[in-house]
């Protein structure tokens, strides 16, 4: 166990300098700059602004303090929030969006897995098209399409939720559904296929030759071993979540740190745009790992592999 955490630990090394790297390159390659769109400056002016954030600086000058400021822990003062550092935006904002993916992940769980299983036990039969053709809709609608109905219909029509902000509750619901129901559609298919996978192997036959009945096959011979595909789809899954809900915030007006990063992106806030992108891989590389430990503790022969 501890040799697979530090192995990914000193695999995650070389990922997060590549995608740091990229995102610099990117970034240099991008038309303009973060201060175009200042109005009035004079080049004196704007050559101190340039100096005081090393804009001024070659090109590989300018990459080796980035890379530098990142191994430190510092991701430097945002070029549009005056007075703000990027780590303290992200600090501030991104329990909104951890909060707001972990609602999603809920919706996507409590609805994916019983309706895989469900369809499963159903198998060749008309309620299983039925519950699948359901879950489909979460990946024929896309949030950014979902999201306005959701608000149409439940918001402007039957006025149960407000259609923006994240103030009472009740504003948590359509966001999550939004964000959660594309995620529930793969969970839906891969409990399916798990269990469909599972209820055909020797030792389920053996299980109902002794006579146990349906209920103690699924539930205590057949849902751990086929929820497995559920699991290692989790850690994409919760990462997904977390950094994709950039549409559904800025749809619902959220004030999370997806809206601050499509908001970076348009300002060229650069110093805000490479720390959330650096944030959210260190994100994504803990919960791939964090998938992994599960899985082992749910099958310990993969402890071998």
């Known amino acids: 166990m501890y040799t697979l955490i530090a192995r990914r630990l000193l695999q995650a090394i070389p990922t997060l300098w590549v995608i740091a790297t990229a995102t610099f390159i990117l970034l240099q390659l991008t038309p303009g700059g973060p201060f175009d769109t200042e109005k009035d400056l004079s080049e004196e002016v704007e050559a101190q602004i340039n100096a005081h954030y090393g804009l001024d600086l070659p090109v590989h000058q300018q990459y080796l303090r980035f890379l530098g400021q990142r ?25 909104v969006s951890l909060e707001l993916g972990l609602y999603a992940l809920l919706v996507a769980i409590a609805l994916g897995t019983p309706i895989g299983i469900f369809a499963a036990l159903r198998h060749k039969r008309p309620s299983e098209s039925a519950l699948m053709s359901f879950a489909m809709l979460g990946i024929c609608l896309p949030s950014f399409v979902l999201g306005p109905i959701l608000i ?16 009472h509750p009740t504003d948590r619901v359509l966001p999550a559904i939004t964000l959660g129901l594309f995620y529930a559609a793969y969970i839906a298919r891969l409990a399916r296929s798990g269990m469909l996978d599972v209820m055909r ?24 071993t086929a929820l497995n595909p559920v699991v290692a789809y989790l850690g994409p899954a919760v990462a997904g979540l977390i950094s994709g809900s950039f549409v559904v915030e800025t749809i619902f007006f959220i004030p999370g740190l997806g809206s601050f990063f499509v908001n970076s992106a348009f300002n060229r806030d650069d110093t805000m745009v490479m720390g959330t992108v650096l944030f959210y891989a260190v994100l994504i590389l803990f919960f791939n790992l964090l998938v992994d430990l599960i899985q082992i503790w749910m099958n310990p022969r993969t402890r071998h592999d």
Do not use: C
């Open 201 to 224: 192997l020797d030792y389920i036959r053996t299980a109902r030759a002794k006579g146990l009945s349906e209920r103690i096959v699924v539930l205590r011979h057949s849902l751990r």
């Open 71 to 95: 191994l430190q822990g510092d991701f430097g003062p945002s070029y549009k929030y005056a007075g703000w550092d990027v780590d303290e935006i992200i600090a501030q904002s991104f329990p």
């Open 152 to 167: 149409l219909v439940f918001s402007m029509q039957l006025g149960w939720f407000n259609p923006f902000g994240w103030n």
